[in-house]
T-cell receptor, first 112, second 113 residues
Framework: ETGVTQSPTHLIKTRGQQVTLRCSSQ?????VSWYQQALGQGPQFIFQ???????GRGNFPPRFSGLQFPNYSSELNVNALELDDSALYLC???????????FGPGTRLLVL | QQQVKQSPQSLIVQKGGIPIINCAYE??????FPWYQQFPGKGPALLIA?????SEKKEGRFTISFNKSAKQFSLHIMDSQPGDSATYFC????????????FGTGTRLQVFP
């Protein structure tokens, strides 16, 4: 186990709704990255937070937004959910932007 | 330039065999190449990683071979076991500018007794 926790483990929403996913980073880690993993695919980078500031963003629309708190935990918010947003959402933590990232177990989101 | 291409998509070997998974990248700025193992319903777990200054790295039964000129790297699993059955992802990134890991599409490995 990496020490990275995510909640909830599973979530079902309907199209158009909004969702908030949560991540607690490994103790001492100040960098959190979020990834979307569609079924049968590799994870796709959404964005990264370092010391409460966004530090890089992948090719995702603005309805994907995030936040990092002073204790370095993080949230991923997705507005106006679409069917294609159904995926496993992973967060990964690291220390000081180092490349070694440790992943949590993910949140499985199903949009109906 | 940002893609990492991984093959094969799936692999079946018998216990004790040596499965080999290959990846190729385009962006020469990449300088960190990890491999992740993912079991169903779990997040990816870091297995082993390499930088371009070495051509091979071993950790236990896992070996990465790296060919900088060909922009390719591969994972070898020695003496494979049924417990190694999982999906394996290669990835690449630029160290310390690490906006993101670029992942391959994954290889599903099945090891039969």
């Amino acid at each position: 186990e990496t020490g990275v926790t995510q909640s909830p483990t599973h979530l079902i929403k309907t199209r158009g709704q909004q969702v908030t996913l949560r991540c607690s980073s490994q103790s001492g880690h100040n960098t959190v990255s979020w990834y979307q993993q569609a079924l049968g695919q590799g994870p796709q980078f959404i964005f990264q937070y370092y010391r409460e500031e966004e530090n890089g963003r992948g090719n995702f629309p603005p309805r994907f937004s995030g936040l990092q708190f002073p204790n370095y935990s993080s949230e991923l918010n997705v507005n106006a959910l679409e069917l294609d947003d159904s995926a496993l959402y992973l967060c990964a933590s690291s220390l000081d932007l180092q490349e070694t990232q440790y992943f949590g177990p993910g949140t499985r989101l199903l949009v109906l | 330039q940002q893609q990492v291409k991984q093959s094969p998509q799936s692999l079946i070997v018998q216990k004790g065999g040596i499965p080999i998974i290959n990846c190729a990248y385009e962006n020469t700025a990449f300088d960190y190449f990890p491999w992740y193992q993912q079991f169903p319903g779990k997040g990816p777990a870091l297995l082993i990683a390499i930088r371009p200054d070495v051509s091979e790295k071993k950790e236990g039964r896992f070996t990465i071979s790296f060919n900088k000129s060909a922009k390719q790297f591969s994972l070898h699993i020695m003496d494979s076991q049924p417990g190694d059955s999982a999906t394996y992802f290669c990835a690449a990134s630029k160290s310390y500018n690490t906006d993101k890991l670029i992942f391959g599409t994954g290889t599903r490995l099945q090891v039969f007794p």
